[in-house]
C-alpha cells in the first residue's frame, strides 16, 4: 500500500471514528432521525444552474447552496447525470468509498467503471431552461457523475465532476443539506472578423483579414485553433499571431500555421496552438488572441469569408453548429470589379484607335504619375468595336467590409486619361472622373467618352496646296499686268514723239 493510499485510509477512520462518537454524545431513538446523521429515508435534489463564466471570480462559494449569481444565463445546454451505484452514503463505508474514488476520478466513466463501479442514467439528457437551470428531484441519496454533453456552440463545457447527494450544510455544520445546488459556467468563446482593404485598390494588392477571438476562461485549455477557408478569388500570403495586449507569439513555438507559406487559390488556413501557447492563454484568459492573415485578391466578384474558432480539443472533431462545435464568424466582403468605357464621337459612332491609363487621383492623372496597374498593364486599348473594361478596381462605395459614401474615409474614385487618340480626333483635354460599384461591373457600356475631330473640324491649309497655287496664280497675273502697263507706256511715248 503507498502512503498517499495509507493517509487517505487514516483520513478516513478518523472522520469515521468521531462521525462514531458524536452519534454516541447524540444518541437518539432508533425510530427518529437525528439532524447530524443522514437520514436513509431523506429524497434528494440537484438543481444545475448554467451560466457563463465571469472573466473575474464572483467570489461566491461552492457549497451546495443556492446563489444569487449576477451572470447571463444560457439556455438549451445538455447535461446528463450519472448515479455511481452500489456507494450508500447513509453509511461511513460509502462516505469513504466516495473519497477513494474521488482521489482516482479523472473525469472519465472509465475511471468510475475501472474502480468497480457502475453508472446508471437519471433520465437520460436534458436541457437547460430560460433561466440555465435543470432541477433532478426525488433523488436517491448517493453520489453522482455529472456530464456537460451538449454544450453551447462555441464554448467549453465544465469537465465532468463528481457531487454528493446530501452535503454537509454549511450553514448548520451539524446538519445535513439534501437540496444540493452546482453552478458549472461555460466559458463562452467569440470570435469576429474584420477585413482591411481601404487603402487597396486594385486586384493583387495585399489584403488583411483579422481574427479577434476570446480565451476561454477555464484552467486546463486542452485544444485551441482558429480556421480560415479562404475563397479561391483570394492567394494567401502568411499570417501573424499576438495577445490583444501586444504580446507577440511566436509560430513553431507557440503556434503553428498550415500552410506554412504563401499558397494560391484560397487554401484552408490553421493557426493550432501548441502546448507552450495552451499555457500562455490559461495565464492570460482576461485577454484575446489576435490573428492577422494577409491575402490578396485575385479575381474581381464580391468575396464573402468566414472563419472558426476551435475553444477546446473536444471542439475539433464536431461540425460548425453542432452543440460543443466551434464558433463561426459573421461573413465579412470585399469587393473588386470595374467598368467598360465606349469610345465615341459625337454622333455616338464607335471609334478605334483610343488607349487609356488610370490613376488614383486628379493630381496624378493630370501629371501621368502612378498610373495603376491591372493585370500587368497601364494602358488600355479599345476594341474593334470601340470599347474597352477595365478590371480589377476596388468598390468604390465598399471598404473594410462595410457601405461608404462620397466623402467617408474609405470611398475612393479613379480617373481617366486618354494618352492616345484616335486617328483625327483631339485627345481629352482633361481626366474624367469615375466610380466603381455592382452596377458599373455588370455586363453593359457604363460610360461613353467623346472624341471631336482635330481642329474641332475646320480643315487647316496644307504646304503646296490649292491655296498656295492661287497665290502665285494671282501674283503672277499682277506682274503680267505690269508688264504689259510698262511695254505700252513706252510705245506711246515713241509715238508721240
Known amino acids: 500500500m503507498n502512503t498517499s493510499t495509507i493517509r487517505r485510509r487514516s483520513r478516513a477512520a478518523a472522520a469515521v471514528l468521531a462521525a462514531a462518537l458524536a452519534a454516541l454524545a447524540f444518541a437518539a431513538p432508533a425510530h427518529a432521525a437525528t439532524p447530524h446523521l443522514v437520514d436513509p429515508d431523506a429524497r434528494g435534489s440537484l438543481t444545475i444552474h448554467k451560466y457563463e463564466a465571469p472573466v473575474t471570480p464572483t467570489g461566491l462559494p461552492h457549497d451546495g447552496t443556492e446563489q444569487s449569481v449576477g451572470l447571463p444565463a444560457l439556455e438549451g445546454v445538455g447535461f446528463t447525470v450519472y448515479k455511481v451505484d452500489t456507494i450508500d452514503l447513509t453509511t461511513n463505508a460509502g462516505w469513504l468509498d466516495a473519497s477513494e ?58 469537465a465532468p465532476f463528481l457531487v454528493t447527494v446530501p452535503l454537509t450544510d454549511p450553514a448548520d455544520q451539524d446538519a445535513w443539506l439534501y437540496d444540493v445546488h452546482v453552478y458549472p459556467k461555460n466559458a463562452l ?93 490559461e495565464a492570460h484568459t482576461d485577454l484575446q488572441v489576435v490573428a492577422v492573415l494577409t491575402a490578396s485578391v485575385n479575381t474581381v466578384g464580391e468575396i464573402v469569408n468566414t472563419a472558426l474558432l476551435y475553444p477546446n480539443a473536444g471542439s475539433f472533431t464536431i461540425q460548425p453548429g453542432e452543440p460543443g462545435g466551434p464558433t463561426e464568424t459573421p461573413e465579412v466582403i470585399t469587393k473588386w470589379g470595374g467598368l467598360t468605357i465606349a469610345k465615341v464621337d459625337e454622333a455616338g459612332a464607335a471609334l478605334t484607335g483610343a488607349v487609356f491609363s488610370v490613376y488614383p487621383t486628379e493630381q496624378d492623372a493630370v501629371d501621368g504619375t502612378n498610373a495603376i496597374v491591372l493585370g500587368g498593364a497601364t494602358e488600355f486599348a479599345v476594341a474593334a468595336d470601340g470599347t474597352v473594361t477595365i478590371s480589377g478596381l476596388r468598390y468604390s462605395d465598399w471598404a473594410d467590409g462595410v457601405a461608404v459614401a462620397a466623402g467617408e474615409d474609405g470611398y475612393q474614385t479613379y480617373w481617366l486619361a486618354e494618352i492616345v487618340a484616335p486617328d483625327g480626333f483631339e485627345l481629352l483635354a482633361a481626366p474624367i472622373e469615375f466610380t466603381v460599384t455592382a452596377a458599373t461591373t455588370a455586363v453593359g457600356v457604363d460610360l461613353d467618352v467623346v472624341n471631336v475631330p482635330s481642329n474641332v473640324g475646320f480643315a487647316l491649309p496644307n504646304t503646296g496646296g490649292a491655296g498656295t497655287t492661287l497665290f502665285w496664280l494671282g501674283g503672277g497675273m499682277l506682274l503680267a499686268g505690269a508688264v504689259f502697263l510698262a511695254v505700252y507706256a513706252r510705245r506711246k511715248a515713241r509715238t508721240d514723239a
Open 189 to 281: 468563446t467569440a470570435v469576429e472578423k474584420t477585413v482591411e482593404d481601404s487603402e487597396d485598390l486594385k486586384i493583387g494588392d495585399e489584403i488583411d483579414f483579422t481574427l479577434t477571438a476570446d480565451i476561454p476562461n477555464v484552467t486546463v485549455i486542452d485544444g485551441y485553433k482558429l480556421v480560415d477557408d479562404l475563397a479561391a478569388t483570394l492567394d494567401y500570403v502568411g499570417a501573424t499571431v499576438e495577445l490583444s495586449d501586444g504580446t507577440a507569439l511566436v509560430e513553431g513555438v507557440d503556434y503553428t500555421v498550415t500552410p506554412a507559406a504563401a499558397t494560391a487559390g484560397g487554401p484552408t488556413v490553421e493557426i493550432v496552438f501548441t502546448a507552450a501557447g495552451r499555457d500562455l492563454l
Open 101 to 158: 474514488l474521488s482521489d482516482d476520478f479523472d473525469g472519465t466513466e472509465a475511471s468510475i467503471t475501472g474502480a468497480g463501479y457502475t453508472v446508471t442514467a437519471v433520465g437520460g439528457e436534458q436541457l437547460t431552461d430560460a433561466a440555465g437551470e435543470i432541477a433532478l428531484t426525488d433523488l436517491d441519496l448517493g453520489l453522482y457523475y455529472v456530464v456537460e454533453t451538449s454544450p453551447l456552440p462555441g464554448s467549453t463545457g465544465v
